[in-house]
């Protein structure tokens, strides 16, 4: 009887270590840990090498298009209400520029502070997550040129008193941390403002702290701020932009210019085509933002 | 490389300052609360053994995770009475709760685990239950908690690097945000020696601890 149980619990330790090696979960307990396993495993399938398109470019697995993004940025990316099918504008994007290629489309859901990294080591081919053209970024990284207008925005609740950055002074801001406007706050405080940065890992729970009182204002892009202000419209108002334009780009590994060439061409077909203008109509009311892109 | 590591320094010590604060608070007063719900599930009052129950079976059967989510950015929304403003406070009271939980049931294995003659021996003295546990059990507890206590606490300093998601800069946040905003893995090193060596420097005191109370064993 003893030796049964005994043998139970050695079978059973057994299973559930193979069943862990087997799985790529790894032990963290922070969001990326769901995303680590999709970026896992689609980096398991990288080990396989890339194809050469008779276009002349190789993506990471044959006939598909494998793209990194942070689902949980609306308007542009996140999940539908059935928390697992991702829409957006990057989203759509991604789909009718995969189509125009006539290549599979493949969404990797990273956590935002690694999806840099994740596009280097060749866990995607390219990332489309409102990436900001940044000169940092452009020297690290290979951008396209911009297919989205978009600039830092402050967000503050419709009866506050700030109208500007400076009036952050003495108050807190939330940002969304390692995003544009998380560097561009951190600049204005190296130069002098005084103000209480908080730093989130979604965009969402900066928008949380303003609903709760918690901080005194949101800065963040601006496509993200009128998706907020259409669900609460009455309660928030943007108050400032930032004269430093950040339009959206898609973001490749540095040196794969053949990729870039052909997804550029390819976004030019669809904004041609007026897919580009239908999805912008869609998910921002209007198709401004795709105009005056700099 | 190493001018590099001396520039992160002040950023990662500040990190590691949030994270031991909060662990030692979160341990010290999960443990004086534990105490009572120990006393709690093993009383034969129910009014008293099913809430500790209950408490027990929540917080240890929901990850840290989403009780620090849920406290910090669900109570709000139900009740906005409920809001927390201090993410520091948050995080206190979420680390606190769950780790009296599980100290809860160390204590009681604890309590347990002292021999039935030192209880027949404090009645046929006359003592009442309450001077027993007092004077003769909980005083024997303590030199058996200091292992279980000592690895709780190891592994609440590990589990501080959770509040990144409620906008608390712990150690782990900092590395983190370091590596990404400059691009390089270098960082995590620095940031792992610090873990150890406030591992180190705990794991030592709780060593001394447990010599000191095991002169009677």
């Known amino acids: 009887m003893k030796k049964c149980t005994v043998m139970l619990m050695a079978a059973l330790m057994a299973v559930t270590m193979l069943a862990g090696c087997g799985s790529s979960a790894s032990k963290e307990t922070t969001a990326a840990s769901e995303t680590a396993a999709a970026v896992s495993e689609a980096g398991s399938e990288a080990a396989e090498s890339g194809s050469t398109d008779a276009a002349g470019y190789t993506t990471i697995k044959e006939g598909v298009l494998t793209v990194g993004t942070e689902i949980g940025y609306p308007p542009m990316e996140y999940f539908d209400t059935d928390g697992a099918t991702p829409i957006g504008f990057d989203m759509e994007l991604a789909q009718a520029l995969a189509d125009d290629m006539g290549l599979k489309l493949e969404i990797v859901d990273t956590a935002w502070d690694g999806i840099f990294a994740g596009v280097d080591t060749g866990k995607y081919d390219v990332i489309l997550s409102s990436v900001s053209w940044l000169e940092e970024r452009n020297e690290k990284y290979l951008l396209s040129k911009p297919y989205i207008a978009n600039a830092p925005v402050i967000v503050v609740p419709n009866d506050s008193t700030i109208a500007d950055i400076q009036d952050l002074e003495g108050k807190s801001v939330a940002v969304q941390m390692e995003t544009t406007a998380d560097y561009l706050v951190q600049k204005y405080i190296a130069n002098g403002l005084n103000t209480d940065l908080r730093q989130y890992e979604k965009v969402i729970n900066a928008f949380d702290e303003l609903k709760a009182g918690r901080v005194d204002a949101v800065c963040t892009d601006q496509v993200v701020a009128s998706y907020y202000l259409g669900d609460e419209a009455s309660n928030y108002k943007t108050v400032w932009e930032s004269d430093e334009k950040e339009p959206i780009c898609m973001c490749f590994k540095k040196g794969n210019d053949a990729l870039k060439d052909a997804m550029e061409t390819a976004l030019d077909d669809v904004r041609d085509s007026g897919k580009l203008g239908e999805i912008a109509t869609k998910y921002f009311g209007s198709d401004a933002p795709i105009n005056n892109v700099e | ?217």
């Open chain 2, 1 to 217: 490389m190493m001018d590099k590591i001396i520039t992160w320094m002040p950023q990662l010590l500040l990190g590691a300052r949030t994270t031991i604060i909060i662990t030692i608070i979160a341990v010290a007063v999960g443990l004086v609360l534990s105490f009572f719900l120990a006393l709690g599930k093993m009383s034969k009052n129910p009014l008293l053994n099913k809430p500790c129950s209950a408490y027990i079976f929540f917080f240890r059967g929901t990850p840290l995770l989403i009780q620090i989510y849920f406290i910090y950015f669900g109570l709000p929304q139900f009740n906005p009475a409920l809001t927390i403003k201090s993410a520091f406070v948050a995080a206190l009271i979420a680390y606190t709760l769950n780790s009296a939980a599980y100290l809860a049931e160390n204590i009681r294995a604890g309590i347990q685990s002292i021999d039935k003659g030192q209880y027949e021996a404090a009645k046929a003295l006359g003592m009442t239950y309450r001077q027993t546990m007092q004077l003769i059990i909980l005083p024997q507890t303590v030199r058996r908690l200091i292992p279980p206590v000592g690895n709780e606490f190891i592994m609440v300093l590990k589990d501080v690097s959770l509040v990144a998601i409620i906008g608390l800069s712990d150690l782990t946040k900092v590395t983190r945000a370091i590596s990404s905003s400059q691009a390089t893995a270098l960082v995590y090193i620095p940031a792992m020696v610090i873990y150890l060596i406030i591992t180190a420097f705990f794991s030592f005191i709780f060593n001394r601890m447990e010599k000191k109370y095991s002169v009677y064993e």
